[in-house]
């Protein structure tokens, strides 16, 4: 294992936590606050740290899958452990347990938060809990891929392991160059949002927190109503773009370069359109009533599908208030989830695409045994490694969820909360329903319950295998075995020095 190759990538990705904690300390700065002195003691530390990990260059920088994984989830721990910090220092979250939550929660673009008064933070915290969702989205590896100069597959090693969906393929030959186009894209759309938002009377920090949190597909407000107390014409360019940044991003690269058929033509994305509208559609006949007007149920539907489906998070209105039809939908659309290679999380749509036509395919060889159907997609048949990987993925999503909603049933809580708090955390969602609603929070459940559904954060927003392979008792061996060979070899070295002293 190049473990060397791993110290030296979490050495760089502190040196880059180092330099964004500069800005939450320059929004410190503008609103004169305190707790700047918290970012920088912490920025301090990330860049001390990440020089000491990354001072002596390995000599091979060539690693596989295995490393690719282990350098990925040991990346996301180290962001939210010296992230949280800030948050501790500052006593805006006192307890080490919650802080790492709201920061894992952040990372993960999650959006479940353990806070009851969001608008009690100061503006710097304000600023960074937000931008963990941008930093979070896009996923920091993917940034740093632009940066570090790597051998062979190490760059498609990492990518596989950060990004969501049931396959990662490269926009053009040199994946540094389609890191860079990915972020490109990111960026732009993030600046169109803001520039939109501010159209519509938002101020530039209310209009720069919300973007990141809709670019990231997040969901932390800086309101406690979330984004209820907005104009409509705002919830509507958030809802417009919520289901941008829930879109595959290879859609807009094949736009970018003006291949308008093959971009239309993507079979996900037009199944992806289709479910939201037909989601709007139920909720919406079934929230429009006297009181409320066809522009109310409309906004209110849209938005919260949308939020749903592309697991942001926002809300407009309490939807725990909403009938079981209304939640129903809801729920269901935790686990689709957005589309590959966005940045929503969620099962995705095409796994569950995949899945829909091997059942298909199934009950046809029932009918015809003899026949040979190849499964498509997008008029491309699918390799059989990936309907394998994603059979396995939905049987492995199962087991942790089934034994996730378990561990937390002994705190006594109802089966709707921890079902749904399940759901909302593995999907990276942020409410769920009842007692983590929309109006309520994460904040009462009990230390070990909260551990749990922040490894589920982590599982859902890393697609489980890159978390799971490091409790692989094989890749445990491995790690194991190599200690013990430096440990023999210390021991020889030990006993020829006694030897030689010995002889003299």
């Known amino acids: 294992m190049n473990r060397s190759m791993i110290g030296y990538i979490l050495g760089y990705i502190l040196k880059i ?4 904690l500069l800005l939450p300390c320059a929004v410190g700065a503008i609103y004169q606050e305190r707790e700047i002195l918290a970012y920088l003691i912490v920025a301090l530390l990330c860049a001390l740290f990440g020089i000491l990990l990354s001072l002596h260059k390995p000599k091979s920088s060539v690693f596989y899958l295995k490393e690719g994984c282990a350098a990925t989830v040991l990346s996301w721990i180290f962001l939210s452990l010296f992230g949280c910090l800030p948050f501790v220092i500052t006593g805006e979250i006192p307890s080490f347990t919650d802080a790492l939550f709201e920061t894992i929660s952040g990372f993960t673009t999650t959006g479940a938060s353990i806070l009851s008064d969001v608008e009690a933070l100061s503006y710097c915290s304000l600023f960074w809990r937000s931008f963990t969702h941008w930093i979070g989205g896009m996923g920091v590896l993917v940034f740093l891929l632009a940066i570090i100069p790597l051998s062979g597959g190490s760059h498609i090693n990492l990518m596989r392991a950060e990004s969501p969906g049931p396959s990662v393929g490269k926009l053009v030959p040199k994946l540094r160059t389609t890191a860079r186009i990915l972020y490109i894209i990111y960026f732009a759309l993030t600046v169109v949002e803001v520039l939109l938002l501010l159209a519509g009377k938002m101020s530039l920090f209310d209009a720069l927190t919300t973007s990141f949190g809709t670019a990231g597909t997040g969901g932390f407000g800086i309101k406690n109503d979330s984004l209820a107390g907005y104009s409509i014409y705002i919830q509507w360019v958030v809802t417009i773009f919520m289901i941008l940044f829930g879109v595959n991003f290879n859609a807009y690269y094949l736009l970018l370069f003006r291949k308008f058929r093959k971009a239309f033509g993507m079979e996900e994305v037009r199944y992806y ?112 490694e990936v309907v394998r990987s994603v059979n396995v993925y939905f049987i492995t999503f199962m087991i942790i969820f089934s034994a996730s909603v378990f561990l937390i049933s ?44 922040m490894f589920d954060m982590l599982a859902g927003r890393l697609e489980l295998f890159p978390l799971l392979i490091l409790f692989h008792p094989a890749f445990i061996r491995d790690f194991l075995k190599r200690q013990k060979r430096k440990e023999n070899s210390s021991k020889t070295c030990v006993r020829q020095m006694e030897c030689g002293k010995n002889s003299k």
């Open 17 to 20: 936590e180092a330099i964004l």
């Open 273 to 384: 359109i289709l479910i939201i509208a037909a989601s709007i559609a139920i909720i919406f006949f079934e929230i429009w009533n006297s009181t409320m007007s066809a522009v109310e149920a409309l906004t209110h539907s849209s938005f919260q599908v949308a939020s749903i489906i592309t697991t942001t998070g926002f809300s407009t209105i309490d939807f725990d208030n909403w009938s079981q039809a209304c939640k129903s939908v809801l729920v269901l659309l935790m686990f689709v989830g957005a589309c590959a290679g966005s940045t929503g999380g969620g099962i995705k749509v095409s796994r569950f695409v995949i899945l829909i036509k091997t059942v298909s395919k199934e009950l046809n060889s029932y009918i015809h045994p003899k026949s040979i159907k190849k499964i498509k997609m997008d008029k491309k048949p699918i390799e059989h």
């Open 410 to 453: 002994f705190e006594g809580k109802d089966l709707v909360t921890n079902f749904t708090a399940v759901a909302a955390t593995i999907n990276n969602i942020g409410p769920g329903l009842e007692m983590v609603g929309p109006s309520r929070n994460f904040g009462d459940f009990c230390v070990a319950s909260k551990y749990v559904l």
